[in-house]
């Protein structure tokens, strides 16, 4: 059997063309054959992903269900095998199946006789580590049948005898051996082979770090590019593109899918669109009570709007559902953490962490339970670890960042900050934060020009530009600090919040002296009135208000036309809207 | 003069040049390699009596590096246990053999009988020895192992042996390939296993805590003291990260990586490097009991210090200032008096980027003094001489004070400050313009066999001190026109400091001020102007007195004088009394050019006075001789003959050949203006000793090579002889003037009127 047999089997679900989505039936039947076949050999989660997907179409009619896969005359002499050994794989006895596999022909019972060694090889490697001889042991504890298992699967490849599941083994093998160009490579091949297998293109997301490299590879013209693209947007952050993606698709008919939803939801997560994420979880809960996935997500939100009952029930219903699963300690995790009972949340992440030592969220987390506790010693730890997974966790440098703040070694923190900032340039924490220490190392400058660019990518504390106007007052700038407290009380504003914030009243108070000391009487006195509606700023204002009526007095009548609050936003007294632009400021003046 | 504290950096780990801190608590573990050791242990005690008493010893020397040191490949092993007995290496491999192709009781049994050699009335091995604390550790760590543990250990043992087979058998194997189609099927597998292969050197053997222990501080070591025989950096790096990748714990290597970055000029990864060491530190230093939080809070100080180092060393004082504010107000609040000052000692370093502070170091003298920190306290002593030799204190007290930190050093035998008070004493004397001194000083350095280099084995080490003495050594020898010495010593020092390494500078600073004066004097003046921009680049004032000299030298004169000016003025703002002092004889030398001699002297009086007052006694006679030039030339050689006295002495005892040169043909010149007023009789004395002078300048220049001198000295001479009436020694003097004469291009300064 050769590659045409492979392509035969194939062809026999060959994908439609790019983007097509319309004909929904035939990609229906599609998902089901090929949540058929990876069940077969064993591939669990691409099945499931199929099957979801599956679920979220139409029902097809009896006629038009797909036929079962035509058994080969070597598939019917490999048969007993692989039933056997298929049974034993179940129960996860992999050398057990491995052995009985042993000389199969068939692309089914070979792909599952590697790929149980495969897994027998991981499952050891998880055994070892427990007990290995001396930490020098410790980080080099390796799948020992990955090396065999390479020789042989690129022998077959080289041969062309490889067929898209088989592809994608060797790909996993290949970068489990750290050999990350050359898995791409097979993965993009795999991909081209059986593009309805969605744990290849998952894989390709795992190693794809940048637009740039997305950009030179050559995929596959099929419906599922859509969503891997959707997908890797998402890990990439690339938020609007993603959300343009996962919405075509709803558009095209998946809008039942609970896999769409999820992953839309995570994306507002990420651009901390927090009310949108949340709306969509409640739905996605609704349609999918029992789902575990995606949770600890959702539990970052509940926990980001400190809404303490939610975060409650869900860590019960989780904790009924499974309590040994990771994303369950996470969200249990969270709630004790937003009951201010650190120490207990600590411990259940973990927990997290011994389910899966390669869960990355679970280090940030409890770096931050432990900055909570005070013990920046272990936070330093746990975010350091939290590095060493991922150098791309923002969070964790933002974390370190802020533990040695708290540690008074402002200047020292800057490093990490910037790190974190050179994560997220958009991000306006990470600038005010980088902001404060500046104006602790009493660099204005700098902390200017963070701040401004704070405010230009889009506040989200929106304390950058009150911070921005003290500096600018600190300055003697006061011209700029008015301006800035201007654009504060409008952003406040047109935001149409009515919550009380904090800082508005120290911004009516500037303003009115300002306008004050310029002799624009009106200005003054109406800023002084907003003053009066403060209870800290009440004295102030209305001792000012009797000075203008004073001076007012003494000099001309005023005038009697009264123009729109000029500290209303401009969209709300007329039609043409505020647009925010990005001066190109130069951040990275400092030396590292 | 080069300074010579800049690059010694606080480090809390490394002090003299050795790994101190071992935070992680080693715990033995059974490897292979030491199972080999066991069995070679066993072995030896069987052989016992029949082992020659030379055979013996060498074993002995053999066992304690083996024990101490780190794991290695079963060929090396017995190759090493060849060497002293073969015989036993023999019985080696046979029992090692045995167990590895036996079973797993066959290992059993070899550890239980290893307690045996315990017991007993009179027991083989001492319990307490080197060999016998080894034993119990070895089967303590085996006793402990689980039943999977000592199958595995058992499985490493066969392949650590079988490793050695292969590698036997690999040799005999390829001798006997003939069949064609074999080597097809090798190739292919080959091929296969190529880009594996490649990762498994980079991997090659996870070191063991020891080893990785051993390979860091050797590394660090010599890092500080011959960074020549480390790794390579890209090397080091390597080996640091597959050290890291197997064991992420080991925080040194993080600071290994640091200072290996350093060596490359990598401000962003040797940033990294330090951030994630210091990260790592106050783990550990959290979970020592011992330490507390104090060791905690103690780590964060020593951390921010070391960022402070870090940009000081790229050269971001600012950053650096607000790192160190930093480290010194977190001391502060935890009263760590020993941080602070570490902390006030950097201070200075910076601040005296800025300004002088000697102030602070005084202070910072005291402190240390106080509280018991003999390196700050001289290393502070040091500097301040150095900052008090500029501004001119009185020498004896500056070398008394020398002494005295002397003193201190080889009490607390810091063997590293020995070294660089000796260079600083060569720097002294040479800015004193003593180059005899300077030459001694020099000398004793070098020859004198430094106290670390017992220990590491290095003959000489490749410190700061080293480069800034030799770098004297090779200007003082090219001043006395041993050209060939210095371009030796030069060539030596290109060697020992390869040009990416820290000191690579000060060199590279020394080689081009020699080449430009050998330029000078050889009137190459493009060849001269071509250096300048190489020295600028190194050191910018230095830089543009040069390119004046060269403008001077082709004769534009008011470019050169209005350069001399700014560097004039920007001198005595960072207060370079030296600079000055060669600046106004510069400017002097312009005015006298222009033959303006009336205003040429207040400015050599002017120079005279610093020199005096800076005691800087060459300049002080070198400003002698131009003032005596001007007097000849104002019409009173007497007067002119008579300072003179008072500067020749000095000149002649530690000038430059051209100086001296230079001096006596002034010498001359004023003898035989001066001769003028005398009686007949009384003249033609003057002019035989002006003769006799002129020769001794003519045996000067010729040793430097400078034609333009020689031929005005031949044709003051031919004049002289013609005087005198001695026709053929007249003759001779002209026709060798004219053979230079033809060789050289003549220019417009009269000759009369030229010193230099």
Known sequence: IGRAGAMAAAGMVAAAGGGDFSDLREIKKQLLSVAERSRERGLQHSGKWAAELAFALEPLPLSELPPPPVLTEEDARDLDAYTLAKSYFDLKEYDRAAYFLQGCKSQKAYFLYMYSRYLSGEKKKDDETVDSLGPLEKGQVKNEALRELRVELSKKHKAQELDGFGLYLYGVVLRKLDLVKEAIDVFVEAAHVLPLHWGAWLELCNLITDKEMLKFLSLPDTWMKEFFLAHIYTELQLIEEALQKYQSLIDAGFSKSTYIISQIAVAYHNIRDIDKALSIFNELRKQDPYRIENMDTFSNLLYVRSMKPELSYLAHNLCEIDKYRVETCCVIGNYYSLRSQHEKAALYFQRALKLNPRYLGAWTLMGHEYMEMKNTSAAIQAYRHAIEVNKRDYRAWYGLGQTYEILKMPFYCLYYYRRAHQLRPNDSRMLVALGECYEKLNQLVEAKKCYWRAYAVGDVEKMALVKLAKLHEQLNESEQAAQCYIKYIQDIYSCGEVVEHLEVSTAFRYLAQYYFKCKLWDEASACAQKCCAFNDTREEGKALLRQILQLRNQGETSSTDVAAPFFLPASLSANNTPTRRVSPLNLSSVTP | ?756
């Open chain 2, 1 to 756: 003069m080069a300074s010579v504290h800049e690059s010694l950096y606080f480090n809390p780990m490394l002090s003299n040049g050795v790994v101190h801190a071992n935070v992680f608590g080693v715990r033995d573990w059974v490897t292979p390699h030491k199972m080999a050791l066991l069995v070679l242990l066993s072995e030896l005690g069987r052989a016992g009596a029949q082992l020659g008493l030379l055979e013996r010893r060498r074993l002995n020397r053999l066992l304690l590096p083996l024990l101490q040191g780190p794991d290695m490949a079963l060929s090396r092993l017995r190759k090493a246990i060849e060497e002293c007995c073969p015989h036993l290496a023999g019985s080696v491999h046979i029992r090692l053999k045995l167990m590895a192709e036996g079973e797993l009781k066959d290992m059993e049994q070899f550890f239980d009988d290893l307690s045996d050699s315990f017991s007993g009335t009179e027991p083989e091995v001492h319990k307490t020895s080197v060999v016998g604390l080894f034993l119990r550790h070895m089967i303590l760590a085996y006793n402990k192992l689980s039943f999977s543990q000592v199958y595995k250990l058992y499985t490493a043992l066969q392949q650590y042996f079988q490793k050695d087979e292969k590698k036997d058998g690999a040799d005999e194997n390829e001798m006997e390939l003939t069949n064609p189609e074999e080597l097809d099927g090798k190739m292919e597998k080959e091929e296969l296993d190529g880009p594996l292969r490649e990762e498994e050197i980079a991997c090659s053997g996870p070191l063991s805590q020891k080893q990785a222990e051993y390979f860091l501080s050797q590394q660090a070591s010599l890092l500080k003291n011959d960074e020549t025989k480390a790794l390579a950096p890209a090397s080091l790096q390597k080996e640091l990260n597959n050290l890291l990748k197997f064991n992420p714990d080991f925080a040194e290597a993080h600071y290994l990586s640091y200072l290996n970055s350093l060596r490359v000029q990598d401000v962003f990864s040797s940033t990294h490097s330090l951030l994630h060491y210091f990260d790592r530190l106050i783990l550990t230093g959290a979970e020592s009991k011992s330490n507390g939080d104090e060791g905690y809070g103690r780590s964060l100080r020593y951390a921010a210090l070391n960022l402070a180092a870090l940009h000081c060393r790229f050269g971001h004082y600012q950053q650096a200032e607000l790192a160190l504010q930093e480290a010194i107000r977190i001391a502060q609040e935890s009263n760590d008096h020993v941080c602070l000052q570490h902390c006030l000692s950097w201070l200075y370093i910076l601040e005296q980027k800025i300004f002088d502070s000697c102030v602070l170091l005084e202070h910072s003298v005291n402190k240390s003094l106080h509280f018991g920190l003999p390196y700050l306290a001289s290393l502070g002593i040091q500097s301040l001489v150095q900052q008090r030799a500029f501004a001119g204190k009185a020498a004896n007290k500056l070398m008394d004070a020398l002494k005295d930190s002397d003193l201190l050093h080889w009490k607390h035998s810091l063997s590293e400050l020995i070294d660089i008070s000796i260079a600083q004493k060569t720097a002294i004397w040479r800015l004193y313009g003593r180059s005899t001194m300077a030459l001694q000083q020099a000398q004793t350095l070098l020859s004198m066999n430094s106290l670390e280099a017992v220990n590491v084995g290095v003959q000489q080490n490749n410190t700061e001190s080293f480069a800034v003495v030799l770098c004297h050594l090779a200007e003082l020898h090219a001043e006395q026109g041993y050209f060939a010495a210095a371009s030796e010593i030069l060539k030596h020092l290109k060697e020992r400091f390869p040009p990416n390494s820290q000191h690579a500078q000060l060199w590279m600073l020394f080689d081009q001020k020699i080449q430009f004066e050998r330029a000078m004097n050889d009137g190459r003046y493009h060849v001269a102007d071509s250096l300048v921009a190489g020295i600028t680049a190194l050191n910018s004032i230095e830089g543009v007195y040069r390119k004046a000299i060269v403008l001077k030298a082709q004769n534009q004169m008011s470019e050169a004088h209005k350069l001399l000016q700014k560097l004039l003025i920007h001198c005595q703002k960072i207060k370079n009394t030296e600079m000055v002092i060669r600046v106004l004889l510069s400017i002097a030398e312009l005015y006298w050019r222009s033959s303006c001699h009336t205003i040429a002297l207040p400015v050599l009086l002017q120079a005279l006075a610093l020199a005096q007052e800076y005691s800087l006694q060459y300049l002080a006679s070198e400003t002698v001789l131009n003032l005596a030039f001007s007097q000849l030339i104002l019409g009173i050689p007497e007067q002119a003959l008579n300072i003179l006295h008072m500067a020749i002495e000095p000149v002649l005892a530690h000038g430059a050949v051209l100086d001296k040169g230079c001096a006596m043909f002034l010498v001359a010149k004023c003898q035989v203006a001066s001769a003028a007023s005398y009686t007949p009789q009384k003249k033609i004395e003057a002019l035989e000793s002006a003769i006799l002078n002129l020769n001794e300048a003519k045996s000067y220049f010729a040793k430097v090579d400078c034609k333009e001198q020689l031929r005005d000295v031949l044709y003051f001479q031919a004049r002289l002889f013609h005087t005198l009436g001695r026709t053929q020694e007249r003759n001779k003097c002209a026709m060798l003037f004219r053979q230079l004469h033809q060789e050289l291009p003549a220019h417009g300064v009269p000759l009369i009127n030229a010193f230099k």
